[in-house]
């Protein structure tokens, strides 16, 4: 969280604010990906929004803008522009 909030990057996490170095904080938010703990503590969270009547999900709205589309599999090499004119090259 600090990282998000903050906006820094993990080498300039505070230890001593933190109580663990910055590769600590590192290994552990990804061990707890690898483990699924983030979809769980979503759900737990809503679970806790919806009993204590918190959770209005009149005004929401789902973005899956963020999320990769596999569908189609996946494309290693480059992506062919939808531009109608290539740009020109800025280097």
Known sequence: MYVLRKGVSWAD??????GCSAV?????LRDWA?????P???EALLVE?????????????????HVRALKGGRTLGLRRSTAAVPAASTM
């Not at 600590?24 to 552990?28: E, P, S, V």
């Not at 690898?34 to 983030?38: I, K, L, N, P, T």
């Not at 919806?50 to 803008?65: H, P, T």
Request: aromatic share 6%; with cysteine.
């Open 24 to 28: 600590t904080c590192w290994r552990r």
């Open 49 to 65: 929004l919806r009993r204590v009547g918190l959770l209005d999900m009149d005004d929401c709205a789902i973005d899956g803008s």
């Open 13 to 18: 996490v505070p230890s001593e604010r933190i």
């Open 34 to 38: 690898e483990a699924g703990v983030w």
């Open 40 to 42: 769980r503590l979503h």
